[in-house]
């Protein structure tokens, strides 16, 4: 009967750590590595529908969630949000296109205004990504060689690989 209680009780652990982890691999590691080196304690990527500056109700209640979930954690701190347009982010030297700024601009602070007005949040920062160069980066102290080589922040710039019509909201505890 014990054998059986301690069987069961390893198995449910078991199917919970894999629950866990199988959440977590929805975040590329890329985005997992670069948010650990901004220096943020959660991380979650949510989808815009294309062409639209809000976010619908079901990304909503998944971003309510997450802030939940976070605040169990501990105590919020800081929250920062990167916006993308609907195009890929190029890591060629190319122009910011006008109407990707514009677009992510508008993401970004629905966004923020959903986070601080609607979820009561403080101290959120929110960063257009489709804006040249990559403004996250500007924010990151390491040296070429070290850090930045392991976490492939490839051309200087860092969330390079994040699909299109993207919101990375990072949260900082204390």
Known sequence: MIFNRITMLSALASVTIFNSLAAEALISSEIEAASKLLG?????????????????????????????????????TEVKVAVWADKEYSTEPTREQPAD???????????RDYLTQDLA???????N??????????????????????????????FTRVNKSKAVIMIYLR
């Open 40 to 76: 943020a304690n959660l991380v979650n990527e949510f989808t815009f529908d294309e062409g639209k500056t809000t976010l619908d109700e079901q990304t909503r209640a998944e971003v309510r969630s997450f802030i939940k979930e976070a605040s169990k954690r501990g105590e919020i």
């Open 121 to 127: 949040l403080k101290n959120v920062s929110s960063y």
């Open 129 to 158: 990504m489709s804006e040249r160069p990559n403004p996250l980066f500007k924010n990151i102290k390491v040296s070429r060689g070290t850090a930045s080589e392991s976490y492939s922040m490839n051309n200087d710039y860092i």
């Open 101 to 111: 700024v514009k677009l992510s601009e508008a993401r970004a602070r629905s966004m």
